[in-house]
C-alpha cells in the first residue's frame, strides 16, 4: 500500500490478507502516493528483526546501529533513520490463543492486534515521524475542522469536550473533518489531514441514542454486546468505537488547510457561564509546546537515549531533542500570531449539553461573521 500522509509518500509491506482489507478499509481516505520513491517504509510481520528484514529494508550498517525499538507486550517498533528515509519494522508478538481473547475482550475497541494496526501505525510511527524529518512539521494536541475559509482548533486536556465540540460541528453544522486528536502542521501553518478514524467514546453518546446507534451500525452482535456489557461494568470512559470520518462526519478534508482559529478549553471555578478570553501567541505557543512534550515524552526519550550513546561512541549527538523543541516553540509563535487564539473557560458545575450548546454557539458565530 503506497499513500500520502503528512506530506509524506508512505509505503506499507505485509504479508497478511485480513490486514490489507483492514488497512484498505481505515488507510483509503488518504490519496494515493503515484512515486516510486518513499519518505517512509513500513515492514509488518511476525517475529521480524533486523537481521531477517534488515537486507530487505536497504538497512546499512550505520543505521542498524543507530536505530532503536520501542517494546510492548504485543508488538516492538523498530526505527531505521537514513539521511532522507524513515524504515520501521513492527514485529508481532507470539502470544497464546487463551490471551489473544483476553486482550480483545479487555480492549477499549474490542480489536485484535490486526485490527489495531491503523492505529498503531498513525499514532506510533507517522506523527512522531514529524520529530525525524527536519523538523518541518510540528504538532498540536487538537481537535481540527474547517467551513469556508475557516479552519478551526480545539485544544485543552482529556474530558473538555473536544470530541464532543467535533461531532457538533461536523455531524450537525456542516464543517468537514481535518483531524481528532493530533494536528500536523508545516511552518505556515497549514494543518495536514490527520484521517486516523476519531474515537468516540461512550460518554460523548450520552442523552443521544440516535448517535449511538449511528456509531454502532458497523458492528457485529458481540462487539455491541461487549460496548453493553463494558460501559456498565467499567464505566462509559472504558469503552469506544472508532467512526469512519467519510461516513460518520458529513466530509473530510483532503488538503492541508491553513489554521485561522484555535481555540483551548478548560475549566474555571469562579465563573457561572462559558466565558472567551484572547491569549497571546507567546503563550499559546509555550502551552503547546509543554503539552506535546509530556504527550510524547516516551519517544523522545528514546531520541535522547541515541543522542548519549553517539556521545559516548565519541560521535555527535543527531537528535538534540531539547533544541528541537525550542525551534518548535519559535515555529508555534509564528503561526499563533497569525492565528485567532482564545481560551475558552467553562463552569465545571455546567451540563455536559450546556456547555456544548455555548461553545458551539460562540466559535460558530465568530466563523459565520
Request: with cysteine; net charge neutral.
Amino acid at each position: 500500500m503506497n499513500i500520502n500522509v503528512f506530506g509524506f509518500r508512505v509505503r506499507i509491506e505485509h504479508k497478511f490478507p485480513k490486514l490489507e482489507k483492514i488497512l484498505n478499509k481505515n488507510l483509503s481516505v488518504y490519496r494515493k502516493s503515484e512515486s516510486n520513491d518513499f519518505d517512509i517504509e513500513i515492514w509488518i510481520d511476525r517475529a521480524i528483526s533486523a537481521e531477517t528484514h534488515g537486507p530487505l529494508m536497504g538497512l546499512s550498517k550505520e543505521m542498524l546501529e543507530g536505530g532503536f525499538t520501542i517494546h510492548n507486550r504485543y508488538y516492538d517498533i523498530s526505527y531505521y533513520m537514513a539521511e532522507k528515509m524513515l524504515r520501521v519494522m513492527v514485529s508481532m508478538n507470539k502470544v497464546s490463543s487463551l490471551r489473544k481473547v483476553a486482550r480483545k475482550v479487555l480492549n477499549y475497541e474490542f480489536n485484535s492486534m490486526l485490527e489495531e494496526m491503523p492505529q498503531i501505525i498513525h499514532e506510533m510511527i507517522l506523527v512522531p515521524a514529524t520529530f525525524l524529518f527536519n523538523r518541518e512539521r510540528v504538532l498540536v494536541h487538537a481537535s481540527c475542522f474547517k467551513k469556508d475559509e475557516r479552519t478551526i482548533m480545539i485544544g485543552g486536556t482529556g474530558g473538555m469536550g473536544k470530541t464532543s465540540l467535533e461531532m457538533r460541528f461536523c455531524r450537525d453544522l456542516g464543517y468537514s473533518f481535518v483531524a481528532d486528536d493530533i494536528c500536523v502542521l508545516d511552518r505556515e501553518g497549514f494543518v495536514y489531514p490527520n484521517l486516523s478514524f476519531p474515537k468516540i467514546y461512550c460518554y460523548n453518546t450520552f442523552g443521544d441514542k440516535e448517535l449511538e446507534i449511528d456509531l454502532l451500525k458497523e458492528y457485529g452482535m458481540l462487539n455491541k454486546l461487549h460496548w453493553g456489557v463494558i460501559k456498565h461494568i467499567r464505566g462509559p470512559s472504558s469503552v469506544r468505537r472508532k467512526a469512519n470520518p467519510s461516513e460518520f462526519y458529513t466530509g473530510f478534508e483532503s488538503d492541508a488547510t491553513r489554521v485561522t482559529d484555535y481555540y483551548i478549553l478548560t475549566k474555571c471555578d469562579s465563573i457561572d457561564r462559558v466565558t472567551e478570553e484572547p491569549i497571546p501567541s507567546d503563550r499559546v505557543a509555550q502551552n503547546t509546546r509543554l503539552v506535546i512534550e509530556n504527550e510524547y515524552r516516551r519517544f523522545t526519550d528514546h531520541l535522547q537515549r541515541n543522542d548519549i550513546d553517539r556521545i559516548r561512541s565519541g560521535n555527535p549527538p543527531r537528535w538534540q531533542v531539547g533544541n528541537m523543541f525550542a525551534e518548535w516553540e519559535k515555529v508555534y509563535a509564528n503561526v499563533f500570531e497569525r492565528t485567532n487564539c482564545s481560551v475558552l473557560r467553562i463552569p465545571p458545575q455546567l451540563e455536559h449539553s450546556q456547555s456544548l450548546a455555548s461553545l458551539a454557539a460562540i466559535i460558530d458565530d465568530k466563523c459565520a461573521r
